[in-house]
């Protein structure tokens, strides 16, 4: 796919009652991660986050290292110690330039496990770290199935909650975050399997009444007989259920929305029904 200046930025217009509410930028950042090129891939990542301004940035999964391990070696050779890894560093001192939060998906060595992780750090430094909780397909060869809990962090403009690609399909992953506190859920993702988490995070939205931002990968990884191409179609949804934007399915790009959290603040339906008040938590079995 093609790869260079391919740098699409959307920014919405102004909004002309900004004066009433308190707004935020968000975006993602959309690439190919070449694999094994950990600071070509870090540096290609903060070019594409020049390009644009925005208070919350979102990565992909494991965006420095790329995906398709083929050894046990070769993980742990590029995972790296969260908070104290050279990408979570650059990512700090990133932040701080910027003034912006960022979330990314890294690969973590922690003793002897390897986690597939995500942190999010902002110009404080180090905010908290996530260790993806469903390991998809050949990833539970490579990484311990994560023991953290989900993350809910509150950034300034709003309280931001964590998940990796294939937590998608465990609606309690969501769910979770959302009775946590969560106005926005961030996604790095590395998606496979066509259209379904483009679905799901719509619905995991509209049930939950909060902005899900997904910040998926492009390209494709052919290191053994199994070639992976990862779908693109990145996207930002509000706590209605609409798509703000969504990206091609093979550009890099970042892209940045304006959006009210307070939006998801409110989860009331209609004046009689309230997407969390309204749980009905005896009859279910979870
Ligand atoms: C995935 O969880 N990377 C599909």
Not at 3 to 32: A, D, N, W
Not at 148 to 171: L, N, R, S
């Amino acid at each position: 796919m093609a790869r260079g200046p391919l740098i699409g930025l959307l920014i919405s217009p102004p909004c002309p009652f900004k004066l009433s509410f308190i707004t935020m930028h968000i975006g993602y950042v959309q690439m190919e991660p070449i694999f094994g090129e950990v600071e070509r891939n870090l540096h290609y990542a903060e070019v594409l986050m020049g390009k644009g301004k925005a208070d919350l940035w979102v990565l992909p999964e494991l965006f420095a290292t790329g995906y398709q391990f083929t050894a046990q070696e070769e993980v742990a050779a590029l995972a790296e110690p969260i908070p104290k890894g050279s990408t979570t560093q650059a990512l700090i001192s990133f932040a701080r330039k910027q003034l912006c939060h960022i979330v990314a998906g890294l690969a973590e060595s922690h003793e002897s496990n390897v986690y597939n992780s995500a942190v999010l750090v902002g110009p404080s430094g180090f905010l908290a770290r996530y260790r993806k909780v469903h390991l998809f397909s050949e990833e539970k060869r490579w990484f311990s199935p994560g023991d953290t809990p989900f993350p809910v962090v509150d950034v300034g403009e709003a309280k931001v909650g964590i998940m990796i690609c294939f937590d998608h399909f465990f609606p309690e992953a969501a769910r979770t975050l959302t009775l946590r506190g969560a106005e926005i859920i961030v996604h790095p993702a590395n998606l496979v399997m066509p259209v379904y988490a483009q679905l799901t995070m719509r619905a995991r939205a509209i049930e939950n009444g909060v902005f899900t931002v997904t910040a998926n990968r492009v390209g494709s990884e052919a290191r053994t007989d199994k070639t992976l191409h990862f779908t693109g179609e990145s996207q930002i949804v509000s706590p209605s259920g609409d798509v703000l934007v969504r990206s091609s399915k093979d550009k890099e790009e970042a892209t940045v929305v304006e959006i009210d959290p307070a939006a998801a603040r409110d989860k009331s339906l209609n004046p009689y029904n309230d997407r969390l008040a309204d749980r009905r938590v005896d009859f279910y079995d979870i």
